[in-house]
């Protein structure tokens, strides 16, 4: 991770509950057929006490799951399993 706040947010990560979540947005991913990034944004969007979601794109690789994200829309019981995951 290039960036002081990416390297801070690895050590949540490496966490009984960081591989729990990462757990469960790689499955997730692979269901929805779409980028970890795209499921996990989508998860923040429907969270009622989160008004948007942010984030940032280094690279042009890197954009469209970041868009892909504001036209996915997850299913009660995949919000309920990586709710779940974090908890």
């Known amino acids: ?11 949540h990560l490496d966490t009984e ?10 499955l997730v991913a692979e269901e929805q ?8 944004l989508a998860w923040l969007a429907a969270q009622p006490t989160v008004a948007a979601p942010i984030s ?11 868009i892909e994200a504001a036209r996915t829309t ?3 019981d995949q919000l309920d399993r990586l709710t779940a995951a974090s908890a």
């Open 56 to 66: 940032s794109a280094r690279t042009l690789d890197q954009l469209p799951p970041l």
């Open 33 to 40: 057929g779409t980028a970890v990034a795209t499921v996990a």
């Open 74 to 76: 997850l299913t009660r």
């Open 1 to 11: 991770m290039r960036s002081a706040r990416a390297g801070r947010a690895g050590k």
């Open 17 to 26: 509950r960081g591989r729990r979540v990462l757990a469960a947005l790689d």
